[in-house]
């Protein structure tokens, strides 16, 4: 386009050139960072109403640089603790989006409370704000009764869309094309009821842009809980710990005033004085020096990120706890793990996230399944040892095979783990498919140390399952000794209870006989012993003896994953919205040999684990072991040698014969029945 400027002064048309060049020259974005103390008006804190300020958190700098439009980052993750301002900085991003380059944003939050409260709590006054302070009109304003302006869950500007989501519901996650993303407290997304796991919908909102890597996804958020696993890539792990595993995992580091020596702030180095919190310092680890809350602002203010995992396809991750935060300070961090360390406070656990930004290792009551690991013995796998006087097996039933273990117990309650199986195959027919498999393991007999064949006297298999519950009662009712339970939570259920008749007839009344039974099985107590016992030490920790309950494991039979699954819940108990609540925490999603060896000990409580006197262990302990073959050492021998020897006579066939004070030799008397008599 050409404009002629004809008899115009040289002066007046030079102005009007320049001014029409800086209109429709290009401009470049402006940086994310330089954005922000610009725009962003905080609403709440100390310095409410003020503008952002890069000095009251200088973390956040180097954060804001990669979140901006020219960085090549499609992902940028912070694990973080309380009181940092990562979470004002992600909302700042949705704005700085729709005014810089608009587009759509999905901004997605674990629960509608959350996403209630935030948007009335931090965005919306956030928008309000922003516009008031800078006169900018970018969010359209709500306007009721009209689908033209913003709403509640969706902020609506020219160009795209800022929607919230919540990410526990599918739909919320569905049908949504999105260029730029945000995952708020993300360790706290769960997996969905049909399976669907939460950041996998979400990140299927940006297939659009994946090929071109011109999206961008921010994901922040207090850890959760610790698996153990050091890459992060068990099931249940946190999922912010995850994703900063796979990061370049980038930690704030301040010089000491002292030596110079840069250095991350850990928690293992700060002096805590419980008597007098405002007295806490921080030591060098280089220099020893006292680090005082004086000294550690400038430190902070002056510090930088390091990176410490290098290598390909790592993207941008940062770690921010409370040290680095200037929301905080030394005497604040000491309240706060005194408080948490107080009974009614959240323990390890509130320390851990919130304090210190990781995942807790919550154990609960469950040991670490590498320590149970260590002291596993080398007898042979399927050979039941001379202690073990009951033997009984638990069964848990997926919808794709059967998971199994056989389980021997001896009159001081001490365990073995004998057999470990899985049988693969479908489980909606009780006759064939894994089925089939479970029924040729049951009818064969294992083999004690002595030599003679042992066949399981208990098995059950579990009918909680309501997808398989009929296919478990029926195959129940096809087997000898074989009971059909469902697991009750709860304190203060016994651990097997009275059953309930199944089995109806065509008529609708129930079978009086023949009918299939349910039995319920009181879980939590049974776990707790499980638990407790897990943690006793034995020969293998130095003791001169197993102590009773001890649960004894082999190398030949438990792997790894037996243990992972062994340990796959722990018991928590804590205040949640003002009520104490107490529950059998799932730290991974397999835990079916957990469930198989709790049912084993049913099995075994059934059979009078508890109830049996010492007469009637004797007496099982006698029919068990074989009768020995009469030598110079055995008892009777004693007996005969001891006796005085006649005249010289012939010695009748009634004198050569052991008397009666000698042990008996006979056969044992049978099995005493049980309180529950036969089924």
């Known amino acids: ?112 409370d959350f996403l209630q409260d935030m948007n009335s709590q931090k965005l919306s006054p956030l928008i309000d704000a922003w516009q008031r302070e800078t006169g900018k009109e970018i969010i359209f ?23 919230l989501a919540n990410a526990n519901v599918a739909t919320d996650l569905s049908g949504k094309t999105t260029r730029y993303g945000v995952k708020d407290e993300v360790s706290k997304w769960q997996t969905h009821a049909n399976g669907d796991d939460p950041e996998t919908l979400f990140f299927g909102r940006f297939t659009a842009f994946r090929r071109t890597k011109t999206y961008k996804i921010f994901e922040l958020s207090t850890p959760e809980l610790d698996t153990g696993d050091e890459l992060g890539e068990a099931d249940g792990h946190c999922r912010i710990d995850r994703s900063f ?42 220099c020893g020096h006292e680090i005082s809350e004086i000294e550690r602002v400038p430190a902070v203010r002056a510090g930088h990120f390091v990176a410490s995992a290098h290598g390909p396809d790592r993207h941008p991750g940062f770690h921010v706890d409370a040290f680095d935060s200037l929301m905080m300070s030394y005497e604040a961090i000491a309240e706060d793990i005194i408080a948490h360390s107080r009974p009614g406070g959240l323990g390890e656990k509130g320390i851990s996230n919130l304090v210190l930004g990781l995942p807790a290792k919550l154990k609960g009551n469950a040991p670490d399944h590498e320590r149970l690991m260590e002291r596993r013995e080398g007898y042979e796998e399927g050979v039941v040892p001379a202690e073990g006087l009951l033997l009984v097996a638990g069964a848990d039933i997926q919808h794709t095979g059967i998971w199994c273990e056989t389980v021997t117990f001896g009159e001081d309650r001490q365990s073995w783990s004998l057999v470990v199986r899985f049988f693969e195959g479908a489980t909606d027919d009780p006759s064939r498919g894994a089925w089939a498999g479970l029924a040729e393991f049951y009818a064969r007999p294992l083999t004690d140390t002595f030599g003679q064949p042992r066949m399981i006297e208990a098995i059950a ?37 009275l059953p309930s008749k199944t089995s109806i007839r065509k008529t609708g009344k129930r079978k009086r006989f023949g009918s299939a039974m349910l039995w319920p099985v009181g879980t939590w107590g049974l776990k707790s012993e499980l638990m407790s016992n897990l943690h006793k030490p034995g020969l293998a920790a130095g003791e001169p003896a197993d102590p009773p309950g001890y649960c004894h494991f082999s190398a030949n039979v438990n792997s790894k994953e037996y243990f992972l699954q062994l340990t796959a819940e722990a018991f928590v108990a804590g205040v949640v919205k003002g009520k104490f609540k107490e529950e059998w925490k799932v730290l991974r999603r397999d835990n079916h040999l957990l469930d198989c060896r709790v049912y084993a000990m049913a099995m075994a409580e059934r059979l009078g684990l508890t109830t049996m006197s010492s007469d009637d262990w004797a007496e099982i302990r006698a029919r068990l072991r074989p009768s020995s073959q009469i030598d110079l050492l055995s008892p009777v021998s004693h007996v005969v040698k001891a006796a005085p020897r006649p005249a010289a006579k012939e010695t009748s066939k009634a004198e050569a014969e052991p008397s009666d004070e000698a042990p008996a030799m006979s056969a044992p008397a049978e099995r005493p029945r049980r309180k529950w008599g036969q089924r």
């Open 1 to 112: 386009m050409t404009i002629h400027l004809q008899g115009v002064h040289p002066g007046a048309a030079a102005l009007v050139a320049s001014t029409l060049a800086a209109a429709v020259r290009p401009r470049p974005p402006i940086a994310f960072r330089d954005w922000l103390p610009e725009n962003v008006v905080l609403v709440d804190g100390p310095k409410k109403g003020e503008l952002w300020s890069l000095e009251d958190a200088p973390y956040l700098g180097e954060i804001a640089d990669c979140l901006s439009l020219e960085h090549p980052a499609t992902s940028v993750t912070v694990r973080k603790s309380q009181q940092t301002g990562v979470s004002i900085l992600a909302l700042a991003w949705c704005l700085y989006v729709a005014e810089t380059a608009p587009d759509n944003v999905l901004y997605a939050l674990p629960s509608i």
């Open 461 to 497: 298999v579990d009918g909680s399952d309501g997808g398989r519950m009929n296919q478990a009662l029926e195959w129940a009712r096809r087997h000898r000794d074989a009971f059909a339970i469902k697991g009750q939570p709860g304190r203060g259920v016994p651990a097997i209870g």
């Open 245 to 286: 595993k796979r990061s370049d995992q980038r930690f704030w580091n301040i010089d000491c005033p002292e030596c110079s020596f840069s250095q991350k702030q850990f928690f293992e180095n700060f002096l805590l004085d419980r008597a007098h919190p405002h007295k806490s310092r921080y030591t060098c680890e280089h």
């Open 141 to 163: 304003p709500s306007v009721s009764r009209s689908g033209a302006g913003s709403t509640i869950y969706e902020k609506r500007f020219i160009g795209g869309t800022l929607a």
